[in-house]
């Protein structure tokens, strides 16, 4: 009988494992990233001016200096990240990210190209929203099935954190799944519930929201949607609710979600005639 030969891992160098694992992280940036943008949040804020003012003072020639508003102009004043999910330029976010009813809303790409986005669809029980702008055959993502995830693989993600620093990119792992959190915005003075979100130790801050958290196929695993006050946790939304969502607005024009309404009342006589 013949035996045959089976290659160890051994075999391999640790540098060359190194070396292909780096290779793999590095292409994964390079093919995702086009799909990775910044979501802008614009709106028209008053135009401060100072000036001087007489004192009257028959004493002392003394001008006091004062601020009126004189109209106003269109500044940016906040944001976060999404991704695109459709070659026809369907984008999602984090609902927190879009969610000033008066303000409006830019999209940012990689190339620095720039389009008005209108807010399709924000639901009322994630912290999910979906976008849309003009465009065709753009780089987009594709999902993952987030239910098989396992403890430790490899996480990357990308976004915009702190408004400042696009498509930056941090390297982690699942830390952790099905967690459940409250999360809040102290600018806002709300927080909501958050259930089944993915943990990470891949590094997520303000601007990170709504970002894609990617396996190293360069799938979405899940939405960047949160982090804790201690280092080296951070939380995603998992893919298949992102998902959903996303396909329903596709489909609908809205988000379509079933649900089971139930209320009490007291039987009285004529309630059981």
């Not at 030969?5 to 694992?21: E, G, H, I, M, R």
């Not at 508003?69 to 927190?96: C, P």
């Amino acid at each position: 009988a013949t035996v045959s030969t089976v290659q160890k891992s051994s075999d391999f160098a640790p540098q060359d494992l190194a070396a292909a694992y780096q290779d793999t992280i590095v292409h994964t940036i390079e093919k995702t990233s086009p799909a990775v943008v910044s979501v802008i949040m614009f709106k028209d804020v008053p135009i401060v001016e100072q000036y001087y003012e007489d004192t009257n003072n028959p004493l002392f020639n003394v001008k006091v200096p004062r601020y009126r508003e004189n109209g106003t102009e269109k500044k940016q004043v906040g944001g976060g990240s999404g991704f695109i999910i459709s070659d026809d330029g369907f984008v999602v976010t984090n609902k927190h990210v879009v969610s000033d009813l008066e303000a409006e809303y830019k999209v940012f790409l990689s190339d620095k190209k720039e389009y008005d986005a209108k807010v399709v669809a924000r639901d009322p029980i994630y912290d999910i929203a979906v976008l849309k702008i003009n465009v065709n055959d753009v780089a987009f993502l594709d999902f993952s099935d987030s239910d098989d995830l396992k403890v430790g693989q490899t996480a990357i993600a990308i976004g915009n954190p702190l408004l400042e620093f696009s498509n930056s990119v941090s390297l982690g792992i699942i830390s952790g799944l099905s967690r459940s959190i409250v999360a809040g915005d102290p600018r806002q003075r709300m927080s909501e519930q958050l259930e089944d979100v993915i943990q990470t130790d891949a590094a997520i801050n303000p601007g990170n929201s709504g970002g894609p958290l990617l396996n190293l196929q360069g799938e979405v695993i899940g939405m960047n949607v949160a982090t804790a006050s201690a280092e080296n946790i951070g939380f995603a939304l998992p893919a298949n609710l992102v998902k959903s969502v996303a396909e329903s607005v596709k489909q609908n024009g809205k988000i379509v979600r079933p649900y089971l309404g139930v209320r009490y009342v007291a039987i009285t006589d004529e309630l059981k005639k």
